[in-house]
């Protein structure tokens, strides 16, 4: 198996999953149709499969410029997005699976970012969308916190330590600054954020991560490290996560400096996401 990452809009990842015991593939979470059918081509490889992780516009909008070139590709997504995912063809849940040539995928539902987000489990890799991102995680727009910490540190937290994890987005660089900001005395926070600062200065993908680097320096699955339990002003760790992810909603390059030209920034206070666009078409966790 191959994994390709390919770079799609501003900061998305798509991900080209490559069977090569027969040739087949399938495509996790097309932006665009265009740079996936690059890779494709490139590759030689027959496209069977798109994998969609939830139904965000940013994550399916490749989807019919796909089905357009390769009619009767089957399209995975969790069941209750039938009617959010274009070319929707097979509904999966918690516990289900689905094969592409040789490879099994196993499928982990976790709700939280949407009701839906699902993600893909195959030899040892798992595409997450936007749950669990490097030294992040999604913002909570459909589930509850505490279905989102549960998502994150119980459904996703349960698969091994050396679990390569390929996220949704590039944001590793500032999820990192603001895990520095939860526990500025994290030496692994320190020394990662030193590292890919590097590797984001050379021009390189700071996909995949791993559960064991994100149970180091990922601040939402550390709700009980002492540091962090602190700053979301203890309780529960699914209080101690709510509190830490409505810190991050309001972290330095949120939405309030992303604003258009010309719309107000909310007051100070107020609920950054209770009006404008929906939630479909807002940052998933800038
Ligand atoms: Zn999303």
Redesign the pocket.
Known sequence: MRTIPIPCLSDNYAYLIVDEETGQAGIVDPSEAEPVERVVQQEGVKLTAILNT?H?W??IGGNKGLLAKHPGLSVYGHTSDSGRIDGFTDGLDMGGGLTLGSLKFDVLHNPG??MG?ITFVVNGCAFT??TLFAAGC??V?EGTMEMMYKSLNEVLGGLPDDTKLYF?HEYTENNLRFAEHVEPDNADVQQRLAEVRKVRAAGKFTTPSTLAKERKTNPFLRCEAAGVKAKGGGGSPAQVFGAIRGMKDRFRGTPSRRLRCGVRAPSPGAPLLSSGSPP?RQR?DP
Do not use: N, P, Q
């Open positions: 939830h965000h940013d994550h970012h949407t987000a969308g936007d999604g913002r727009f949704g479909s998933s």
